[in-house]
């Protein structure tokens, strides 16, 4: 049973943010309405958070480059998730800043987060950015003004509109809509279209040749079809299915296909992923904490078949064309699902209480009984995934 525990932590987590975001917009001056430049220099486009956000932003970042091909584009992320960017040649330069410092989970005591908070803004206004999207967060917002970027746009109520040119209306979770479509809506604001063929990724070949010398050093025959499992899900536990259940569904599917299991996930999730490995009864191996973002991309374009939850790697997966089955209990589909629809097949129990996250904290179940995924077998995905298997072929 998953117990809800308070949301003292969240509550002071938006506090925070909204006091400095609240500050710096006491101060800003309402900026005159501006239409997006004809031929801009420089464009930054911000994204601010988790991995698989920032790969569901990659078609509005292709419309953007699109739009202005001759303009250097620059992406400010998390130091985290820049590696991805290697992937995106549409990306010229990338910047990273972690404002997760500045909450009170972080460390916003000491002097040198400040400073390099005043350092990234100093940089920023030296580049004399001409357009600053902003993709989501109130993060996103905030620096986006503070670059001096002469046109700026972005979701006014997720940060202040005060900080836009062109502040579009409403706000992400105001209406059932998915990640990428909002998105792409900014990057329409300012003429740039984009869509789901926008929407792929491709290994690096040095990562492939790294990829495959590990294998091969564990073991792993050649061409041997491989089953990945990602069993553990970011910002809460009540998004992870149960290990004897993973174990369930991949085993069965790996007998089925002659095949193997890969266990894949944060170093952190490695002990999760090692007792999957155990109860698998197949030729398994753990990786979960093996892989930097280019070699998990690189691993994942090798599988045969993706297996996951609510997680980052699995839009990755969807984004390679690697037949992927997305487990979700809390979280709805229709908002942080496999995009676009059919590229990725979706298991979960239509409950009355689900879905239930609402991303104003981490993700337990209110009612203590967990019964999105509890009550969820592993046949359901064993058959999702045949179906997904069926289907490419």
Not at 11 to 33: E, N, Q, S
Not at 119 to 133: E, N, S, V
Request: with cysteine.
């Amino acid at each position: 049973m998953v117990r809800p525990r308070p949301r003292l932590k969240a509550r002071l987590r938006r506090l925070a943010t909204r006091l400095i975001i609240g500050a710096f917009a006491a101060v800003a001056r309402p900026p005159a309405p501006a239409a997006p430049p004809d031929n801009p220099r420089r464009i930054l486009v911000i994204r601010l958070d988790l991995l698989g956000d920032l790969m569901l932003s990659v078609p509005a970042i292709r419309a953007v480059r699109r739009r202005w091909p001759r303009a250097e584009l620059v992406a400010l992320v998390l130091p985290y998730t820049a590696p991805l960017l290697a992937h995106i040649p549409e990306v010229d330069r990338v910047i990273t800043f972690d404002p997760n410092r500045l909450r009170p989970s972080g460390t916003p005591w000491r002097p040198a987060v400040w400073a390099d908070l005043l350092g990234l803004i100093r940089r920023l206004r030296a580049q004399k950015f001409d357009a600053a999207l902003a993709l989501y967060g109130p993060w996103a917002g905030l620096l986006a003004y503070l670059s001096g970027a002469r046109f700026r746009v972005g979701y006014g109520a997720e940060s202040h509109p005060k900080f836009f040119n062109m502040a579009l209306p409403g706000r992400r979770y105001l209406e059932r809509r998915h990640e990428a479509e909002y998105t792409l809506s900014v990057a329409a604001a300012v003429g740039a279209v984009g869509g789901p063929d926008d929407y792929w990724l491709r290994p690096l070949p040095e990562a492939q040749a790294r990829l495959e010398a590990k294998l091969a050093a564990l073991g792993v025959p050649p061409g041997l079809p491989l089953i990945g499992v990602q069993a553990g899900a970011a910002n809460g536990a009540a998004k992870q299915w149960y290990p004897e259940k993973w174990a369930a569904a991949a085993g069965e599917l790996a007998r089925r296909r002659g095949g193997g299991v890969i266990l894949t996930g944060t170093a952190r999730e490695r002990p999760l992923a090692e007792a999957i490995r155990a109860a698998l009864g197949v030729p398994a191996w753990n990786l979960a904490g093996e892989t930097d973002i280019p070699g998990l991309v690189a691993l994942l374009g090798r599988l045969e078949l993706f297996l996951a939850g609510d997680t980052g790697p699995m839009h990755l997966a969807t984004a390679l064309g690697v037949p992927t089955v997305a487990v979700h209990g809390p979280t709805d589909p229709a908002l942080s699902g496999p995009w676009p629809p059919g590229r990725g097949a979706v298991v979960r129990l239509e409950l009355p209480c689900s879905p239930c996250y609402d991303l104003t904290d981490a993700a337990v179940c209110p009612l203590g009984h967990h019964n999105c995924l509890r009550l969820l077998g592993p046949g359901a995905v064993v058959a999702a995934a045949e179906e997904a298997l069926r289907a490419v072929r």
